[in-house]
């Protein structure tokens, strides 16, 4: 019944394609108008003036505070990613398999970045980096911490979604009884089944890094966001430039991972190699089996001799 009503339920071909278009024409139009406004030449016209004012050595001292802010923010997301893996993804894996009682708790607790406004957050992380600024740095890279908090939702349901198809606990029985650590059963025999959630939490990782304003704003440390705000006032172009830049660069990230998530895996690639002449062999073979299959042989009579009676008559 579930199964008929969730083929019956499902768009048709041309209301999904429809959907695609749409969806599609909504994000190639502000590129395409960015793109446009970017070749605007100030004599008239359309040419790469503002492309290669870029890259211009003139220019490096008006791009360098925007360039310093692209650095600390790929500084950033590297960093918070190794957080995400490193931390929360083996937190995940804990609670999955030892502690099934603490789900509910996890997941109220990663939800709450999303309820509390940036606002109020950065609040509670003002009197957290006024000690970190005076004790250990006040460079941007500290701002890991507070980045963390805020890509924990994102990355945390990427990855319990793809753990939550996967028999996680019979896996890891299977490896902790033939003698792996538990190092080996995470990183060999979980991360490569829960593939998909990873990557897709490390791409939220890194579009959400790339884009925050709020908390490093008002935090006063220099990030990519920052930095594009201040190149608007003084150079609109290079501005419009960096952004669309910026989202190429994140679309093409969102290209590849579902590209990477789409390919079989190479056991299920070598297996479905495997399995291919096996069935072709099998097809082939049944219906000369069928063809040459006898038909059962009619059972011949027995004839049984009778023994000589044995009695007073018998001679």
């Known amino acids: 019944m579930s199964a008929r009503l969730s083929v019956e339920t499902a768009p048709r071909p041309w209301l999904r394609r429809l959907i695609l278009t749409v969806v599609a024409v909504l994000l190639v139009v502000p590129l395409l108008a960015m793109l446009e406004f ?3 030449q100030n004599s008239g016209g359309y040419g790469l003036e503002h492309w290669t004012g870029l890259f211009d050595a003139e220019n490096e001292r008006k791009y360098r505070a925007m360039f310093r802010g692209l650095t600390n923010s790929l500084i950033l997301a590297l960093l918070v990613l190794a957080l995400v893996l490193v931390v929360l993804f083996p937190t995940i894996v804990l ?28 609040v509670g992380f003002a009197p957290i980096y006024r000690w970190i600024g005076q004790n ?3 460079e941007t890279w500290t701002l890991f911490l507070a980045y963390g908090i805020l890509v924990l939702p994102f990355a945390y349901r990427a990855i319990v979604t793809d753990l939550a198809g996967v028999d996680a606990r019979t896996l890891s029985e299977a490896a902790r ?6 190092l080996t059963v995470l990183v060999r025999v979980i991360a490569p ?3 998909r959630g990873l990557l897709n939490a490390s791409l939220l990782t890194i579009a959400i890094v790339l884009g925050e304003y709020t908390v490093s704003a008002l935090l006063s440390r220099r990030t990519f966001q920052v930095a594009l705000l ?5 150079d609109p172009f290079g501005a419009v430039i960096m952004s669309f830049l910026s989202l190429v660069v994140i679309f093409a990230l969102l290209v590849l991972v579902g590209w990477l998530t789409a390919r079989p895996r190479r056991g299920e690639r070598r297996a479905a190699r495997a399995a291919s002449p096996v069935a072709a062999s099998a097809a082939a073979a ?23 009676k044995e ?3 018998a001679r």
């Open 38 to 40: 970017s070749l605007r």
């Open 95 to 122: 609670v999955h398999l030892r502690f099934p009682g603490l789900q509910r708790v996890l997941d109220l607790l990663t939800i709450l970045p999303i309820a509390i406004p940036a606002i109020v957050m950065v």
């Open 136 to 138: 250990l740095s006040t």
């Open 177 to 182: 009884s033939l003698g792996s650590n538990w």
């Open 193 to 195: 089944n829960v593939r």
């Open 230 to 234: 201040q190149l608007n006032q003084s």
């Open 286 to 308: 049944t219906p000369l089996a069928g063809a040459a299959a006898p038909s059962a042989p009619a059972v011949a009579p027995q004839t049984t001799t009778a023994s000589p």
């Open 311 to 313: 009695g007073p008559d």
